[in-house]
């Protein structure tokens, strides 16, 4: 017997509930089994976002970029097209395209502006603070995430809470400010608990592990670190499981112990070259540099990788490290007052670059 159209729509809809409710939780192929399970009673936005959703957090940056134009393109309603804008702003910043990403962001920013929806405005400038952070435009980044985070508070947006206080915790460690930075990293990490948001786990634990780096406490680092990964690898989650792995590896260089430190930058290098992620490429070889500076090895290949990465992309936070890098390496303290004082950080030369934020 031929199922009923009313039975259609219940199995979609209870499908793409099973989806959310899985994504929320980190279960990323859980939640990608179950938006095409939604998807065989019928095409929707909300499978199509799902999906895309699902692809970006877990680093499928290009994947989920052709959705959210696909969605963009074919549906008419003000929200979804401002949800698309989003999401594809999202996935530009994991390639490293922050133009193109801001230029998606000014167009979604004039869509939620007429429809007055504040919780729509707050996602809106969480999303412009991540993408001015990557750009280096930290006052701005700053700025954008304290009225996200207010904006949140205010509705009581559990979700928006967390991910604005490691948005902020982040942004407060390039900048110095590391007391700052670890009470946003450790309210999060309370929230995520309580919310059971496995990716907000082991993000805000990466966090503070880069705290206890920063002020060289390094068993607790580790021990912050182990618990990310322990999060990032039951999700499958690669991209930000690299960075803990880069962080990893920045610790056991200051520790001397190269072998980890090469093995844990190399790994972390496969998989930004997984995922297209030049700003994180970057970061590893950065990593390399100061590893075989202290080793007194060879590192010119990897100052022509970072070379030919700065020429396609314009990431100057990653361009100042690099210039910073150099300039610690050659006792240069002047030009690297004048460069880091440019973006607004406090940190001083002899914190560089054994321990890069």
């Not at 929320?24 to 095409?43: C, I, M, P, V």
Request: proline share 1%.
């Amino acid at each position: 017997m031929e199922e009923q159209p009313q039975n259609i729509v219940q199995n979609k809809e209870y499908f793409i509930e099973k989806g959310d409710l899985e994504r929320e939780r980190a279960n990323f192929k859980k939640a990608l089994f179950y938006y095409k399970k939604a998807k065989e009673y019928g095409s929707s936005y909300k499978i199509d976002l799902g999906i895309a959703h699902t692809l970006r957090i877990s680093g499928d940056f290009e994947g989920a970029l052709k959705i959210y134009d696909k969605v963009s393109k074919n549906y008419k309603k003000k929200e979804i097209i401002a949800d698309s804008y989003l999401g594809e702003a999202l996935s530009l910043k994991g390639l490293s395209k922050t133009e193109e990403a801001i230029r998606f962001l000014k167009k979604a920013e004039k869509i939620y502006e007429s429809l007055n929806d504040d919780l729509a405005c707050a996602h809106l400038f969480w999303t412009y603070s991540v993408v001015f952070r990557v750009t280096g435009d930290f006052k701005d980044s700053l700025e954008y995430g304290e009225k996200a985070l207010s904006m949140f508070n205010f509705y009581n947006d559990k979700k928006g809470i967390l991910y604005s206080n490691c948005a902020l915790g982040g942004l407060n460690r390039i900048l110095g400010n590391l007391n700052e930075s670890f009470e946003y990293y450790s309210k999060a990490n309370e929230l995520a608990k309580n919310l059971k948001d496995k990716f907000g786990i082991a993000y805000s634990y990466c966090g503070i592990g880069n705290f206890y780096r920063m002020v060289k406490d390094f068993k607790k680092a580790i021990e912050c670190f182990k618990k990310a990964e322990e999060f990032y690898v039951e999700i499958g989650d690669i991209v930000s499981f690299s960075y803990t792995l880069w962080s990893l590896g920045v610790l056991k260089t200051i520790e001397r112990n190269y072998k980890e430190s090469e093995d844990c930058f190399k790994r972390a290098l496969g998989n930004f070259e997984k995922t297209k992620d030049k700003r994180g490429s970057i970061y590893c070889y950065l990593g390399l540099i100061q590893m075989k500076f202290l080793k007194n090895e060879d590192y010119s290949n990897e100052i022509i990788n970072c070379n030919k990465i700065f020429e396609k992309y314009k990431l100057k936070w990653e361009k100042l490290l690099f210039k910073i890098l150099l300039s610690k390496i050659k006792r240069e303290k002047k030009e690297f007052k004048d460069n880091i004082l440019s973006f607004g950080s406090n940190y001083k030369f002899d914190e560089f670059p054994l321990n890069l934020p």
